[in-house]
């Protein structure tokens, strides 16, 4: 699976430098299991704090936030990737054995209960609001080995959660998973482009 999740980054970081403009347009998106009418647009400032760890790892805001609360939420690196020609090309370098077959198993072990997220997000928003001054505790960028471009591809933007942005957008996210629970949604998966 390192592979694959490898083999995606790459692409993404080869299709961005065709564009000098994707890094503004890479985000997260929800994919729930049946249509709803929920509005379901992933907030952008989350987006842009779960894909930190891309870049970053354990200076990412998202993995510094994780141990100071003591939380898990790498279930927001758990993408699906619904471009079925990746696995064919894993399998044409003898990466995979079975394109068709390691889709299935991608495809099943990327889906989210909803209930699971929604838990996991109303215990995050919990321990946010009893660590109130959780901004203050973040370092930003503070990887010295990271070249200059990476450190600066994404600025420091402490004032989205110092001013209740964050907070905000999480409610909303909470929201959006709460309205696909009340439409019978039992699954999901998150999409990144």
């Known amino acids: 699976m390192k592979v694959l999740i490898t083999l995606f980054l790459s692409l993404i970081s080869f ?59 790498s279930l927001f690196q758990n993408i699906y990737i619904d471009d079925k020609s990746i696995f064919e090309e894993m399998e044409k370098y003898g990466e995979i054995r079975d394109a068709e077959e390691e889709f299935k198993k991608h495809a099943e ?4 209960r909803t209930e699971s997220m929604f838990d996991l997000l109303l ?25 200059e471009s990476i450190r600066t591809l994404y600025p420091p933007e402490i004032e989205y959660y110092k001013n209740g942005k964050f907070l905000k957008d999480l409610d909303a ?15 999901l998966r998150l999409g990144y482009a």
């Open 109 to 112: 072990k990327t889906k989210i």
């Open 123 to 147: 215990i995050f928003k919990n321990k946010l609001e009893k660590n109130r001054d959780f901004a203050n505790k973040i370092k930003f960028n503070s990887n010295k080995e990271l070249s």
């Open 15 to 73: 299709s961005s430098s065709k564009n000098t403009n994707s890094n503004l347009g890479m985000y997260y998106y929800l994919i729930p299991e049946t249509d709803t009418g929920c509005v379901d647009d992933f907030p952008s400032g989350l987006s842009y704090f779960f894909e930190q760890v891309g870049g970053y790892d354990e200076y990412a805001t998202v993995s510094q936030l994780e141990n100071e609360l003591d939380i898990d939420l």
């Open 173 to 187: 996210l909470i929201s959006i998973i709460n309205c696909y629970k009340k439409n019978g949604v039992r699954y």
